[in-house]
């Protein structure tokens, strides 16, 4: 019992020494940055196409996979097919115009980017929406090399709002 008691101190000692993670460099976070922008680029393609299988290749197909919008949160890839595949079946395009788009470097696998504008759709039917004023949150995880959209957020604003 004494042996287990010293190696499980020995190396609770050693893992507390370990060195932290150095800092990333302004030119990696640079780096990054501009691969993160690049996908929230084709993602914004994606959505202003109303290309609801190509905005889902932008997002990991994972369980802990989340979408907040309209004062509820979706969780999960097959919740996220459910609440928006349908609507993207009546959606023919979507324009959007950013206001501001912020991206922050978390760490060497992880940015989020936070994005303003207005948005407006036109249906099937022609029919273009009234602009609307949103905001967008994202979370740009890499996993297996390659940046997918892990939490995202939502707030678009109604008329009746104005």
């Known amino acids: 019992m004494r042996r287990f008691a010293l190696?499980?101190?020995v190396l609770t000692v050693l893992a507390a020494c370990q060195h932290a993670a150095p800092e990333l460099t302004e030119v990696q976070r640079g780096e990054i940055a501009a691969e993160v922008d690049l996908r929230q680029?084709?993602?914004?393609?994606?959505?202003?196409?109303?290309?609801?299988?190509?905005?889902?290749?932008?997002?990991?197909?994972?369980?802990?996979t989340s979408w907040g919008y309209e004062g509820g949160v979706v969780f999960g890839w097959d919740a996220m097919n459910e609440a928006f595949g349908p609507a993207f079946?009546?959606?023919?395009?979507?324009?959007?115009?950013?206001?501001?788009?912020?991206?922050?470097?978390?760490?060497?696998?992880v940015a989020h980017i936070f994005d303003t504008g207005v948005l407006s759709g036109t249906d099937?039917?022609?029919?273009?929406?009234?602009?609307?004023?949103?905001?967008?949150?994202?979370l740009w995880v890499r996993r297996g090399?390659?940046?997918?959209?892990?939490?995202?957020?939502?707030s678009l604003a109604t008329p009746e709002d104005w």
């Open 89 to 109: 079946e009546v959606v023919e395009s979507q324009n959007a115009t950013l206001t501001d788009s912020w991206t922050t470097v978390v760490s060497p696998d």
């Open 145 to 154: 090399g390659e940046w997918k959209l892990l939490f995202g957020h939502e």
């Open 7 to 9: 190696t499980a101190f």
């Open 41 to 64: 680029a084709q993602l914004w393609d994606a959505l202003e196409a109303a290309d609801w299988d190509r905005i889902k290749s932008y997002v990991h197909n994972l369980p802990e």
């Open 124 to 138: 099937t039917a022609g029919v273009t929406g009234p602009e609307l004023p949103f905001a967008l949150s994202v």
